[in-house]
């Protein structure tokens, strides 16, 4: 009489376990990705949070907490597409000469704002901010005060601060910069960009620069 071989033991069932921190952040960053996507195809007051949940596979509870509501959500998309080109303190420590450091920070603030998806959603919120104010507080907080801010400390610093005229009114100088950096506000928003030479783009910007430069620098 033969003895049955045994059937080997059926592994247990392993435990699910908590998602490990690259799934985490592969799921904030389609949550984000996700959002800012809904929002510029239907705008921001005409897509809910139940939608943006259910597209990207979480629950509303999770928006809730994670950014307090769709204003937070909204705040958090602006800020993921604005570290794409920039961080938000490299200009504090920033040890290279005044010129090199305000040249390379306009390129990245230049090439930000007129990325499509960028004008897309200025777009968006000109045509929102007067109706939805909670719309033009986020916009504002996650985006120009944050990069206002960040000039400012800036120029402030007394390394800097000694380069520039005495009689400067140092609060002025970022809306200043900006406003050199994006050039013809009404042709970026009223008309299609049309394409032109990089080459062309950079020697454009370089002469406002100029002219900025003129315009806070001591005399030599």
Request: proline residues 7%; aromatic residues 8%.
């Amino acid at each position: 009489m033969t003895t049955a071989t045994p059937a080997p033991p059926v592994p247990a069932a392993k435990s699910a376990g908590r998602p490990r921190a690259s799934e985490l952040e592969a799921r904030h960053n389609n949550l984000i990705d996700t959002a800012g996507q809904l929002m510029l195809k239907h705008g921001y007051g005409k897509v809910s949070l139940e939608t943006i949940a259910r597209e990207a596979h979480v629950a509303v509870r999770t928006i809730y907490v994670k950014f307090g509501g769709k204003a937070g959500l909204f705040q958090a998309v602006l800020s993921a597409n604005r570290a794409r080109f920039y961080a938000p303190n490299e200009m504090d420590q920033d040890t290279r000469p005044l010129k090199e450091v305000v040249a390379a920070f306009s390129l990245q603030f230049y090439d930000m704002i007129n990325a499509p998806e960028a004008l897309s959603m200025q777009r968006m919120v000109m045509a929102e901010a007067g109706t939805n104010p909670e719309l033009s507080e986020s916009f504002y907080e996650a985006g120009p005060r944050q990069t206002r801010d960040m000039l400012a400390r800036f120029f402030a610093r007394p390394d800097i601060r000694a380069q520039l005229r005495d009689d400067l009114p140092l609060d002025l100088v970022p809306s200043f910069l900006l406003n050199c950096i994006q050039g013809d506000l009404f042709g970026r928003f009223l008309f299609q960009p049309v394409a032109r030479p990089r080459e062309e783009m950079v020697q454009a910007l370089e002469q406002r620069l100029d002219l900025f430069y003129r315009s806070i620098l001591r005399a030599p």
